[in-house]
């Protein structure tokens, strides 16, 4: 089983929808979760931290299921700027903090 | 710098030729990361540095992909006798590794293309 699992998609969705992405993780000792984004032939950057209690940031929406070991994000009011790759990111306790990206999953919000 | 830095940005290389490409982390991170990203595909994980040793090189594809890190800081991935599908873009991330919201950051990468 993958450290980090997510459909690669694509998700293709009209503007103004809402749409949401799940990822799974193996490791139940993982202990920071984040959503980094990904534009067409550029690098990933941090979108958004996940924080226990689950947080937002405007339209974004992150949670996280310890018990079931996923997280999500929701992105409400789709833009066509939010068309992306959104990449699912572990941090692994212990003695090595290795940080583990999931595949993405390609968002395509159409006008 | 501000930034993570990588070199060169662009490699154009013939099939059996060695390359080195050479990442500068952000100046105090001591976690580093090497990925690669085919055309339209997601990020595959090569190897983390965690200082100068590598406790996980569980993703380098061959014995001609080898990586080294010095004075915790730069950092040289080599491949050996390149082959075509090597062509990728090459990702490389540094981060703080000390804990909660630790954020990696990545250069803007360096891409290969073996001919």
């Known amino acids: 089983r993958k450290e980090v699992e997510q459909d690669p998609g694509p998700f293709n969705v009209p503007e103004g929808a809402t749409v949401a992405f799940n990822c799974t993780y193996s490791n139940s000792a993982s202990q920071s979760f984040f959503w980094y984004r990904q534009d067409c032939r550029k690098e990933p950057k941090l979108l958004m931290s996940v924080y226990s209690s689950g947080n937002e940031d405007g339209r974004f929406t992150a949670q996280l299921n310890r018990a079931s070991q996923y997280i999500s994000l929701l992105i409400r009011d789709s833009k066509l700027s939010d068309s992306a790759t959104y990449l699912c990111v572990v941090l692994d306790s212990g003695g090595y903090q290795k940080v583990t990206f999931g595949i993405g999953t390609k968002l395509q919000v159409i006008p | 710098g501000a930034g993570v830095s990588q070199s060169p940005s662009n490699k154009v290389t013939e099939k059996g030729k060695d390359v080195e490409l050479r990442c500068d982390p952000i100046s105090g991170h001591t976690a580093l990361y090497w990925y690669r990203q085919s055309l339209g595909q997601g990020l595959e994980f090569l190897i983390y540095?965690?200082?100068?040793?590598?406790?996980?090189k569980s993703g380098l594809p061959s014995d001609r992909f080898s990586a080294e890190r010095t004075g915790g800081s730069v950092s040289t991935l080599t491949i050996q006798r390149t082959q075509q599908e090597d062509s990728a873009v090459y990702l490389c991330?540094?981060?703080?590794?000390?804990?909660?919201?630790?954020?990696?950051?990545f250069g803007q990468g360096t891409r290969l293309t073996v001919v």
């Open positions: 991330a540094s981060s703080l590794a000390t804990g909660e919201n630790t954020e990696a950051f």
């Open positions: 540095f965690q200082g100068n040793s590598a406790p996980d």
